[in-house]
């Protein structure tokens, strides 16, 4: 997150993305998006357009998309604001991509849960298989970022790929996971730990025990 | 009214004050770093941490803390005390250690509040953070790696300026304060976050490493690059001025000025008239001032004498000058350089009646012929408060960016004869209606139609509250304008009477926007400061100061008088205005009745009692049953905001600014340090 910086701007990025536009399917979402906010306060639909136009991005690009800066401008054109408040929100969030990333954007979570359960392996794993940081491999497929907590930590570690989690990994799992991607297949999205649903416990209950069976108030035992 | 308990001390805050607001009426310091008394509130230093009963028993941010009945408010316990350090420590972890090669040094917020309640030490060892510079334009230097995110730059460029054009980027300890693509900031009023920043991150370009604060000389003056008449300070050593700053008076400026009111002073040393002149064979020669003085005498002109005030003279320059033009039998005296001949017989009719603070609280606001943000960038920021507030606002003229909502009904002066009815509805159904004829209006004849509709829409009335509203406004530019015609510098036709009359000699106050061709048959003593185009024209030039270096009175377009000081001495041989007038009496053979500055502001205060009571002047009422046509096409009068008198025209600075800013230059390259 730290080196998070802005894609200079070019001759060459404004001759590239200088006419973006929405899609038929987008400008419809895109007003949708707008008429959620009472009328004169539409820059709050800020949020969901730009990851709207970064999906658009993503789609022209076939990666997960990115803000160059001239869609940026588009965004704030669209909803008649400041272009400084537009690359505010956008270099905020860490879901904004502001560099061009792969087709998929693997984000190992590093903090402390997820380390305790393994995710050095992880990062291993996808350096082995030529993941730059802040970058594209070779063959324009992974981009990969080491993140902050997601919350997953019932299910740790986990990565985060587009959209989808991967959790209960090891670095085997993360290895099929991402063949499978690689094909071209959709693997199961969630805990990859077989015979485990979501973030229920793996194994017998080792607290709340009372609560098995019935809704127990344990309210007078504090 | 709640009642807070402040260290023990009880008293009474007005409703909606804020904790930190409560402290201060109690007497108590509070330190602060994000908190600004004219921006919002950010709440985001964390410096004003006191403790406060009742309430979580942790410090809290007394900024953003509303007072409520019964607090009981601590600013001296052990808990503050350790907050502050704490913070404090918190806020040097990333800053540099170099505050003996910080403009800020010695006028900076960090330094003294990390003296008064800073822990005195750091404990720490990791690597500090280093921010890339940013380029923020020709007058705004930044250091970014001493910005402390106050964000106080970000909301006076969203809030007072009006355009967006400074933001925080990023996040946390990466939080980078940039402009959009590090483009220049454009506004007007841009140098205005280099006082806010209470750090070195933000200082003045042109300034840097010129001086440390305390080697300055401070003079209280009055800023005359327009007619709003901005109080401020001149910062001087030894000779030369160094730089401008602002003076807080919430009735004129608030605490700021126009980026030309600020760096004119780039302007006072470039292009000085420092010898006298006189025109032999169509050349300028250098003279003594004896030989200068015998060339006026060798004129002789009799009773056949005009005078032209210039944009930036003083009340007393202008006083002696015509006291000269009258022992001398003449009476032709005009300030209005570029031709302008409006009716200045009530000069109720030609003030801005609703005062600069009054403005703030119209309602409804027609503003005809006046590219204000050019012709008085700081009566914009008060503007957009009215508009923040719910004013309408329409504006008779060419485009320009208002920086709030307004309305653009047309460029043509007639549309003022038959407002259109959803304009007129607007005003007559307004609480507090205003309008504001600028000079591009003037030249079209508005102001009889103007006067017309201030009658007819009872532009004057008394409030609900009793106080009386007065919403019939004239927008001046020049600093100098409201003492000339207080003066009686205003003849029927204007500046054309003078040319009618082809006096022998024409005396010239600095007036550098004249078309001195008109004048071909006058002699023309030019008596200024700047090598300008008055200077070009002249046949006498007598070298006088410039207002850094003269005491005098000013009257702002609110009719308000306001005295600066001198501040320096005029440089070579040029002498103060009033003591080469004198020395002109005395060539010519005449008496004008005074030897000292003192008999002089003594005369002129006798003649025109106003002038010698600083404050709003009173012009009486507005003249009624005044009708008239306006018609033409408007044009404002101003081309280039940065070089509209010859101050700003010898400043590099502002040449700069227009160069880069309004003619899109290339950005000058600096030599890294």
């Given at each position: 997150?730290?080196?998070?910086?802005?894609?200079?701007?070019?001759?060459?990025l404004?001759?590239?993305?200088?006419?973006?536009?929405?899609?038929?399917?987008?400008?419809?979402?895109?007003?949708?998006?707008?008429a959620?906010?009472?009328?004169?306060?539409?820059?709050?639909a800020?949020?969901?357009?730009?990851?709207?136009?970064?999906?658009?991005?993503?789609?022209?690009?076939?990666?997960?998309?990115?803000l160059?800066?001239?869609?940026?401008?588009?965004?704030?054109?669209?909803?008649?604001?400041?272009?400084?408040?537009?690359?505010?929100?956008?270099?905020?969030?860490?879901?904004?991509?502001?560099?061009?990333?792969?087709?998929?954007?693997?984000?190992?979570?590093?903090?402390?849960?997820?380390?305790?359960?393994?995710?050095?392996?992880?990062?291993?794993?996808?350096?082995?298989?030529?993941?730059?940081?802040?970058?594209?491999?070779?063959?324009?497929?992974w981009?990969?970022t080491?993140?902050e907590?997601?919350?997953?930590?019932?299910?740790?570690p986990?990565?985060?790929?587009?959209?989808?989690?991967?959790?209960?990994?090891?670095?085997?799992?993360?290895?099929?996971?991402?063949?499978?991607?690689a094909?071209?297949?959709?693997?199961?999205a969630?805990?990859?730990?077989?015979?485990?649903h979501?973030v229920?416990p793996?194994g017998?209950?080792?607290?709340?025990?009372?609560?098995?069976?019935?809704?127990?108030?344990?309210?007078?035992?504090? | 009214?709640?009642?807070?308990?402040?260290?023990?001390?009880?008293?009474?805050?007005?409703?909606?004050?804020?904790?930190?607001?409560?402290?201060e009426?109690?007497?108590?310091?509070?330190?602060r770093?994000?908190?600004?008394?004219?921006?919002?509130?950010?709440?985001?230093?964390?410096?004003?941490?006191?403790?406060v009963?009742?309430?979580?028993?942790?410090?809290q941010?007394?900024?953003?803390?509303?007072a409520?009945?019964?607090?009981?408010?601590?600013?001296?316990?052990?808990?503050?005390?350790?907050?502050?350090?704490g913070?404090?420590e918190?806020?040097?972890?990333?800053h540099?250690?170099?505050?003996?090669?910080?403009?800020?040094?010695?006028e900076?917020?960090?330094?003294?509040?990390?003296?008064?309640?800073?822990?005195?030490s750091?404990?720490?060892?990791?690597?500090?953070?280093?921010?890339?510079?940013?380029?923020?334009?020709?007058?705004?230097k930044?250091?970014?790696?001493?910005?402390?995110?106050?964000?106080?730059c970000?909301?006076?460029?969203?809030?007072?300026?009006g355009?967006?054009?400074?933001?925080?980027?990023?996040?946390g300890?990466?939080?980078?304060?940039?402009?959009?693509?590090e483009k220049?900031?454009?506004?007007?009023?841009?140098a205005?976050?280099i006082?806010?920043?209470?750090?070195?991150?933000?200082?003045?370009?042109?300034?840097?490493?010129?001086?440390?604060?305390?080697?300055?000389?401070?003079?209280?003056?009055?800023d005359?690059?327009?007619a709003?008449?901005?109080?401020i300070?001149?910062d001087?050593r030894?000779?030369?001025?160094?730089?401008?700053?602002?003076r807080?008076?919430?009735?004129?400026?608030?605490?700021?000025?126009?980026?030309?009111?600020?760096?004119?002073a780039?302007?006072?040393?470039?292009?000085?008239?420092?010898?006298?002149?006189?025109?032999?064979?169509?050349?300028?020669?250098?003279?003594?001032?004896?030989?200068?003085?015998?060339?006026?005498?060798?004129i002789?002109?009799?009773?056949?004498?005009?005078?032209?005030?210039?944009?930036?003279?003083?009340a007393?320059?202008?006083?002696?000058?015509?006291?000269?033009?009258?022992?001398?039998?003449?009476?032709?005296?005009?300030?209005?350089?570029?031709?302008?001949?409006?009716?200045?017989s009530?000069?109720?009719?030609?003030?801005?009646?609703?005062?600069?603070?009054?403005?703030?609280?119209?309602?409804?606001?027609?503003?005809v012929?006046?590219?204000?943000?050019?012709?008085?960038?700081?009566l914009?920021?008060?503007?957009?408060?009215?508009?923040?507030?719910?004013?309408?606002?329409?504006?008779?003229?060419?485009k320009?960016?208002?920086?709030?909502?307004?309305?653009f009904?047309?460029?043509?002066?007639?549309?003022?004869?038959?407002?259109?009815?959803?304009?007129?509805?607007?005003?007559n159904?307004?609480?507090?209606?205003?309008?504001?004829?600028g000079?591009?209006a003037?030249?079209?004849?508005?102001?009889?139609?103007?006067?017309?509709?201030?009658?007819?829409?009872k532009?004057?009335?008394?409030?609900d509250?009793?106080?009386?509203w007065n919403?019939?406004?004239?927008?001046?530019?020049?600093?100098?304008?409201?003492?000339?015609?207080?003066?009686?510098?205003?003849?029927?036709?204007?500046?054309?009477?003078?040319?009618?009359?082809?006096?022998?000699?024409?005396?010239?106050?600095?007036a550098?926007?004249?078309?001195?061709?008109?004048?071909?048959?006058?002699?023309?003593?030019?008596?200024?400061?700047?090598?300008?185009?008055?200077?070009?024209?002249?046949?006498?030039i007598?070298?006088?100061?410039?207002?850094?270096?003269?005491?005098?009175?000013?009257?702002?377009?609110?009719?308000r008088?306001?005295?600066?000081?001198?501040?320096?001495?005029?440089?070579?041989?040029?002498?103060e205005?009033?003591?080469i007038?004198r020395?002109m009496?005395?060539?010519?053979?005449?008496?004008?009745?005074?030897?000292?500055?003192?008999?002089?502001?003594?005369?002129?205060?006798?003649?025109?009692?106003?002038?010698?009571?600083?404050?709003?002047?009173?012009?009486?009422?507005?003249?009624?049953?005044?009708?008239?046509?306006?018609?033409?096409?408007?044009?404002?009068?101003?081309?280039?905001?940065y070089?509209?008198?010859?101050?700003?025209?010898?400043?590099?600075?502002?040449?700069?600014c227009?160069a880069?800013?309004?003619?899109?230059?290339?950005?000058?390259?600096?030599?890294a340090?």
């Open positions: 997150m730290a080196d998070r910086h802005l894609y200079p701007d070019s001759p060459e404004r001759a590239r993305w200088g006419n973006f536009a929405w899609t038929e399917a987008n400008a419809a979402k895109a007003k949708e998006v707008v959620r906010y009472p009328e004169g306060r539409q820059r709050s800020v949020m969901p357009l730009l990851d709207l136009a970064q999906r658009q991005v993503g789609a022209e690009t076939n990666t997960q998309g990115w160059p800066i001239p869609v940026m401008e588009f965004i704030a054109a669209y909803l008649d604001m400041p272009v400084i408040r537009v690359v505010e929100v956008a270099t905020f969030y860490t879901m904004y991509n502001l560099i061009p990333v792969g087709r998929f954007h693997v984000q190992v979570c590093g903090t402390t849960p997820c380390m305790l359960r393994g995710s050095d392996d992880l990062i291993s794993a996808c350096k082995k298989r030529g993941m730059p940081t802040g970058g594209v491999s070779q063959d324009g497929l981009t990969f080491e993140v907590c997601m919350g997953n930590c019932a299910s740790a986990m990565v985060q790929i587009n959209d989808d989690n991967y959790e209960d990994l090891t670095a085997e799992r993360l290895d099929a996971v991402l063949d499978a991607l094909r071209g297949e959709t693997p199961k969630g805990t990859q730990e077989p015979g485990r979501t229920e793996s017998a209950l080792s607290n709340l025990t009372a609560m098995v069976s019935e809704n127990h108030d344990y309210r007078g035992e504090w | 009214m709640p009642k807070v308990k402040v260290d023990g001390v009880e008293l009474e805050v007005p409703a909606g004050a804020t904790v930190l607001q409560a402290c009426l109690a007497g108590k310091e509070i330190p770093f994000c908190y600004h008394e004219r921006l919002s509130i950010a709440g985001n230093c964390r410096m004003c941490l006191v403790e009963k009742p309430g979580p028993p942790k410090p941010a007394s900024c953003a803390l509303p409520s009945e019964g607090q009981e408010i601590r600013t001296d316990s052990e808990m503050v005390k350790k907050a502050r350090e913070v404090m918190f806020l040097l972890i990333n540099p250690l170099d505050c003996p090669i910080c403009d800020q040094g010695g900076c917020d960090l330094q003294d509040q990390s003296v008064a309640y800073g822990r005195g750091s404990r720490y060892h990791e690597h500090k953070r280093a921010v890339t510079e940013k380029y923020m334009g020709p007058l705004i930044t250091v970014m790696t001493r910005c402390i995110h106050c964000t106080r970000v909301r006076f460029s969203e809030e007072i300026a355009v967006d054009e400074i933001g925080a980027l990023y996040r300890e990466a939080t980078q304060i940039s402009t959009y693509l220049a900031a454009k506004h007007e009023m841009s205005n976050v006082d806010l920043c209470p750090v070195g991150a933000l200082t003045s370009r042109p300034y840097a490493f010129e001086a440390r604060p305390w080697e300055l000389k401070k003079t209280l003056s009055i005359v690059s327009d709003i008449g901005a109080n300070r001149v001087a030894g000779r030369e001025v160094l730089r401008i700053l602002p807080i008076n919430d009735d004129v400026n608030e605490e700021w000025i126009s980026d030309k009111g600020r760096y004119m780039d302007g006072l040393g470039k292009r000085r008239l420092d010898r006298p002149y006189i025109r032999l064979d169509g050349k300028l020669v250098p003279v003594s001032w004896a030989e200068a003085l015998a060339a006026v005498a060798k002789a002109p009799g009773n056949s004498v005009a005078a032209v005030a210039g944009d930036m003279v003083d007393e320059t202008m006083f002696a000058a015509k006291k000269l033009v009258n022992a001398l039998g003449g009476s032709l005296l005009e300030g209005r350089q570029t031709g302008l001949a409006y009716d200045c009530n000069l109720a009719a030609v003030n801005f009646n609703t005062t600069l603070n009054g403005i703030e609280t119209a309602d409804a606001i027609l503003i012929g006046s590219h204000i943000r050019w012709e008085a960038p700081l914009n920021a008060r503007l957009r408060k009215a508009v923040k507030r719910g004013a309408k606002v329409f504006v008779i003229g060419p320009w960016d208002t920086t709030f909502p307004a309305e009904l047309g460029e043509d002066a007639d549309i003022l004869n038959l407002l259109p009815a959803h304009v007129w509805a607007a005003l159904g307004a609480a507090r209606p205003a309008l504001i004829i000079g591009a003037l030249a079209k004849g508005a102001l009889e139609v103007g006067l017309s509709i201030a009658e007819q829409l532009l004057v009335r008394t409030l509250d009793g106080t009386v919403g019939f406004n004239v927008l001046h530019m020049a600093a100098s304008r409201m003492a000339s015609l207080m003066l009686g510098y205003a003849q029927k036709g204007g500046i054309a009477d003078l040319v009618a009359a082809k006096p022998k000699m024409l005396l010239s106050l600095g550098d926007e004249v078309d001195y061709t008109k004048f071909a048959d006058s002699m023309i003593v030019y008596v200024g400061h700047h090598g300008d185009k008055g200077a070009h024209a002249a046949d006498v007598l070298p006088a100061a410039a207002f850094t270096e003269k005491s005098g009175t000013y009257v702002n377009t609110e009719g008088v306001q005295i600066a000081d001198q501040a320096v001495f005029a440089p070579g041989e040029a002498r205005d009033w003591t007038l020395a009496a005395d060539a010519l053979g005449v008496n004008v009745g005074f030897d000292s500055f003192d008999e002089l502001r003594a005369a002129m205060t006798a003649a025109v009692p106003a002038l010698g009571v600083e404050g709003l002047a009173d012009y009486g009422a507005l003249p009624t049953g005044v009708t008239g046509k306006a018609a033409g096409t408007i044009a404002y009068p101003i081309k280039d905001f070089l509209t008198n010859p101050v700003a025209r010898a400043s590099e600075t502002l040449q700069r227009s880069e800013l309004l003619h899109g230059a290339e950005p000058q390259a600096e030599a340090e």
